[in-house]
């Protein structure tokens, strides 16, 4: 399958959800395939893991921005606090299901997280994943964050400056949501 390098209006939408939307959160988590789900939570997962992970984010107001399209969550961007950390520090992580990866969706959810957590006063953001992760590398350096990690630790870092020195990161909630276009639907 390839795709254009044409970019399109998507019809679905980049927003935070809503408590009552956490099913579909859960529902989106248990569709990831094996090997994104394994990168995901940096290890073996079970449906019953993730059915309590996504019970648990509702429960400790954890951020959730999602890509919602026909009334299912396809893509998120996960903001937990850290309270126990300073200075103030977010762990976040990302999933975007397989058919819809490398569209540049993933980009999306990360810039509007990190405005986010920017916005709430974050300076550091932790991500859990193993270093040779390279869509999340990509991704990091995409927006020049500097994702580092310790030799042998599965723990990226991410700081925040609060000067908004950095052009990328800077929300852009007024600009259309642009992917590229799927050839799957151009040839529908
Ligand atoms: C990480 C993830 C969310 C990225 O989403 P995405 O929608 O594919 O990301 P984008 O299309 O915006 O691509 C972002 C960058 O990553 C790169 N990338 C995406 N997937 C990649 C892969 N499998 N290998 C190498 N690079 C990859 C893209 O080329 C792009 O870099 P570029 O702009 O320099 O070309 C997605 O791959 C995913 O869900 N992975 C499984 C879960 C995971 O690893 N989460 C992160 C740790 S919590």
Known sequence: MSSTSSTINHP?????LRPSEMSLFRDHLLRLDAESRRDRFNGTASD???MRYAERCLQDGTTVVGYVENGRVLGAAELHERPD???PTGE????VERE????GLGAVLFQRLVAHARALGYTRLRVTTHPQNRAMRSLAAKFHARLTFEEGET???IELSQDDG???LVPRSIAPLTLLARATEAAA
């Open 12 to 16: 679905g939408q980049v927003r935070g």
């Open 48 to 50: 019953h893991f993730i």
């Open 85 to 87: 950390l300073t200075p």
């Open 92 to 95: 976040i992580a990302f999933s």
């Open 100 to 103: 819809l990866q490398h569209r």
């Open 155 to 157: 723990v990226g870092l």
């Open 166 to 168: 950095e052009p990328d």
